[in-house]
């Protein structure tokens, strides 16, 4: 029995290239919907053609409501919805997952990439593991290897394939549109996008071979943001603290323990911004 796990964001999909393309309610939100389906559907169809026996899509974007469910390939099943424990690669933790798909990632904060981020869309210009620059990519690779489980998929822009090779060398990757500027690329049409992908996941179905879990800590994680008192409210978690003007550092035994304080200052931090000035 093989199981995938597809972790599906918004911002590296087919065609999306603007805010207003990821923004729940935006007009061009509800058209860019099809083609983030298009693309998570191509991946599951890719699986199920490499032999995979069950695929789980655990939505991850914004509001974790944009997928059509109506429209995804009906062999695989959708985990929609917010608060979940591990966030964007919720499920990875009960045991039975072979394989992991970032299907629609990004590049980092602070990077060059089609809306480029790290969790929150501004506020925060970069976050750092024990001094690498880290994308959401690399987080949850880190999340995923504590559990024996490898990344075997990659999509998004070029910028973000590139990125994937550091923390999953030998995972399969496409590249749905090329970075021309944090809001503009060079797009594939959706019917190429699928095809590559679907093909790309036909041949990523092998490496889903669970191995014994990686644990990497104690692991030092900073986290810069755009303003001085974005710094200051983060502090109000425990155990995060200054390491510069507009810097915070903690330190975490593992993964699963450091992604955990990382959702909880980013939603302190969140909470802090203002309207105009942020």
């Avoid at 061009?28 to 998570?40: A, G, I, P, Y």
């Avoid at 798909?101 to 590049?107: K, L, M, Q, R, S």
Wanted: glycine share 10%.
């Amino acid at each position: 029995m093989v199981k995938i796990l597809i972790s599906a964001d918004m911002e590296g999909a087919t065609g999306v290239t603007w805010p207003g393309d990821v923004l729940p309610g935006a007009p061009q939100w509800e058209r860019c919907r099809h083609l983030f389906t298009s693309d998570v559907s191509a991946a599951i169809a890719g699986f199920f053609d490499g032999g995979a026996d069950e695929v789980l899509v655990n939505e991850a974007h914004w509001s974790m409501r944009n997928l059509l469910l109506e429209k995804l390939d009906e062999r695989a099943e959708m985990l929609t919805g917010k608060h979940k424990t591990l966030s964007m690669v919720e499920g990875v933790q009960h045991g039975d997952v072979d394989g992991v798909a970032f299907v629609g990632y990004h590049a980092a904060a602070g990077a060059e990439g089609v809306l480029a981020h790290t969790y929150l869309a501004n506020s925060l210009t970069g976050v750092w593991v024990d001094g690498a620059r880290a994308s959401e990519g690399l987080l949850n690779s880190l999340v995923v290897a504590e559990y024996g489980v490898p990344v075997v998929l990659v999509t998004g822009d070029d910028r973000t394939c590139e990125d994937a090779k550091g923390y999953a060398p030998a995972a399969r990757s496409v590249a749905v549109k090329d970075y021309v500027s944090r809001y503009a690329a060079v797009c594939r049409t959706p019917a190429r996008t699928a095809a590559e992908i679907r093909a790309a996941a036909r041949e990523a179905v092998p490496l889903a071979v669970r191995h014994e879990p990686v644990r990497r800590g104690p692991l030092t994680m900073e986290l810069e943001f755009d303003a001085e008192h974005l710094a200051g409210a983060a502090t109000c978690v425990p155990g995060v603290e200054r390491s510069g003007e507009r810097r915070v550092a903690y330190t975490t035994p593992t993964m699963y323990e450091g992604i955990r304080c990382f959702k909880a200052v980013t939603t302190v931090v969140s909470a802090a911004v203002e309207e105009e000035y942020g």
